[in-house]
């Protein structure tokens, strides 16, 4: 989904910065829009400005500089409760006093509505995240993925047209919490609403979302897609951050158009595409994902390019195996095999050439 020009942006962050001591900035020139209906995360390391953002978009933190509009507003002076945005946090937030009715009914009571019209918005919310039957009940007789369903509801019972969700499944365990990744963006496409979503898991981003937004030192590094961002990331900030990445360090020896050669530290030389690498002689740092190497000869493309390399474990991981070789000097070079009748086993310290396709190897930054 491409960006979009800021007249038809449903939200967006116009030169946003923000400085919690007046000098050092934790969120830099934040120029972001999203249309309306789309599901977009905020992903990054702990301090990298994501949440930040998304409490700025919520009114709980103010901008030290630039504009937030929402649907063409300005909502840098509007506070919180008058924004119309609903949200979901890890803690559920959910009051323990109060039923489950009463706390999905709590947000409408605020905004002056009538009892009846109350009692068919819970209703309906309810039923939405599958708990029609648990409105008498308080917060502390549910599960945590029962009490993280509700959060979601009261979020979505004033019927918000941005939601805005952070680390709302981080409490929750590894199955559950894929269950709920699949929910939630189910719904939201369902209900056709906008989400902004922060997570530092980059698995659940590639999941759930639209476009993800991959933030590190209070900027955006890459915005696109899943695939984009995994297939062809612009730095190897990214390479690294998203998904499990090899890399091996060199020298840029010549440019050609769509290709580049690359001068690996022990000698060899490989084809690889410039991706933000300019000149001869500049270090870089290639990155291949390791479902994109080969081993097995009979497999290998006539346009594969192969490199020497050195077994040091082969693991058997069920759906997959799992090689780790010794590529280039980098002892971390990792292969990923589907589990296949005709998969070679290899034993640690064999000699083997591996390859993969020029097109496969992006040659970044090497910082």
Same mark, same amino acid.
């Given at each position: 989904?491409?960006?979009?020009? $800021?007249?038809?942006?449903?939200?967006?962050?116009?030169?946003?910065?923000?400085?919690?001591?007046?000098?050092?900035?934790v969120?830099?020139?934040?120029n972001?829009?999203?249309? &309306?209906?789309?599901?977009?995360? /905020?992903?990054?390391?702990?301090?990298?400005?994501?949440?930040?953002?998304? /409490?700025?978009?919520?009114?709980?933190?103010?901008?030290?500089?630039?504009?937030? &509009?929402?649907?063409?507003?300005?909502?840098?002076?509007?506070?919180?409760?008058?924004?119309g945005i609903? /949200?979901v946090?890890q $803690?559920?937030?959910?009051?323990?006093?109060?039923?489950i009715?009463?706390?999905?009914?709590?947000?409408?009571e605020?905004?002056?509505?009538?009892?009846s019209?109350r009692?068919a918005?819970?209703?309906?919310?309810?039923?939405?995240?599958?708990?029609?039957?648990?409105?008498? %009940?308080?917060?502390? @007789?549910?599960s945590?993925? @029962?009490? @993280? %369903?509700?959060?979601?509801?009261?979020?979505?019972?004033?019927?918000?047209?941005?939601?805005?969700?952070?680390?709302?499944?981080?409490?929750?365990?590894?199955?559950l919490?894929?269950k709920?990744?699949?929910?939630?963006?189910?719904?939201?496409?369902?209900?056709?609403?906008?989400?902004?979503?922060v997570?530092?898991d980059?698995?659940?981003?590639?999941?759930?979302?639209?476009?993800v937004?991959?933030?590190?030192?209070g900027?955006?590094?890459?915005?696109?897609?899943?695939?984009?961002?995994?297939?062809?990331?612009q $730095?190897s900030?990214?390479?690294?951050?998203?998904?499990?990445?090899?890399?091996?360090?060199?020298?840029i020896?010549?440019?050609?158009?769509?290709t580049?050669?690359?001068?690996?530290?022990?000698?060899q030389?490989i084809?690889?595409?410039?991706?933000?690498?300019?000149?001869?002689?500049? %270090?870089?740092?290639?990155?291949i994902r390791?479902?994109?190497?080969?081993?097995?000869?009979e497999r290998?493309?006539?346009?594969?390019h192969?490199?020497?390399?050195?077994?040091?474990?082969?693991i058997?991981m069920g759906?997959?195996?799992?090689?780790?070789? %010794?590529?280039a000097?980098?002892?971390e070079?990792?292969?990923k095999?589907?589990?296949?009748p005709?998969?070679v086993?290899?034993?640690?310290?064999?000699?083997?050439?591996?390859?993969?396709?020029?097109?496969?190897?992006r040659?970044?930054?090497?910082?």
């Amino acid at each position: 989904m491409a960006d979009q020009v $800021n007249g038809d942006a449903f939200v967006a962050f116009e030169r946003v910065q923000k400085s919690y001591d007046g000098e050092t900035l934790v969120v830099k020139d934040l120029n972001l829009t999203m249309p &309306k209906g789309e599901f977009l995360t /905020m992903l990054g390391p702990s301090g990298s400005g994501k949440t930040t953002c998304l /409490m700025m978009l919520a009114g709980f933190e103010t901008a030290t500089h630039g504009e937030i &509009k929402l649907d063409g507003v300005s909502i840098n002076n509007i506070p919180p409760h008058k924004r119309g945005i609903g /949200m979901v946090f890890q $803690n559920y937030a959910l009051f323990p006093h109060m039923t489950i009715a009463e706390n999905l009914s709590f947000p409408l009571e605020v905004r002056k509505m009538g009892k009846s019209d109350r009692e068919a918005k819970v209703k309906r919310a309810l039923d939405m995240v599958e708990m029609g039957a648990f409105g008498g %009940r308080r917060p502390a @007789q549910l599960s945590g993925g @029962q009490q @993280q %369903r509700i959060a979601l509801a009261r979020a979505l019972v004033f019927e918000p047209e941005l939601v805005l969700m952070d680390e709302p499944l981080g409490a929750l365990d590894k199955q559950l919490r894929e269950k709920m990744q699949f929910e939630i963006t189910d719904l939201a496409h369902r209900l056709g609403i906008t989400v902004v979503y922060v997570t530092h898991d980059q698995t659940e981003a590639l999941t759930m979302s639209d476009r993800v937004a991959v933030f590190d030192d209070g900027r955006i590094q890459q915005l696109d897609p899943p695939d984009i961002l995994y297939e062809k990331p612009q $730095n190897s900030f990214v390479a690294q951050f998203i998904g499990e990445n090899n890399t091996l360090e060199g020298v840029i020896t010549s440019i050609k158009g769509e290709t580049c050669e690359v001068k690996l530290d022990d000698g060899q030389v490989i084809d690889a595409v410039p991706i933000n690498v300019t000149k001869e002689g500049e %270090r870089t740092r290639v990155s291949i994902r390791p479902e994109r190497v080969e081993f097995n000869k009979e497999r290998l493309s006539p346009d594969a390019h192969t490199v020497k390399a050195e077994v040091l474990e082969f693991i058997y991981m069920g759906d997959i195996f799992r090689t780790r070789l %010794r590529v280039a000097g980098n002892d971390e070079f990792v292969i990923k095999t589907r589990n296949a009748p005709d998969q070679v086993r290899l034993e640690p310290g064999t000699q083997i050439e591996i390859g993969w396709l020029p097109e496969d190897c992006r040659a970044l930054d090497a910082s």
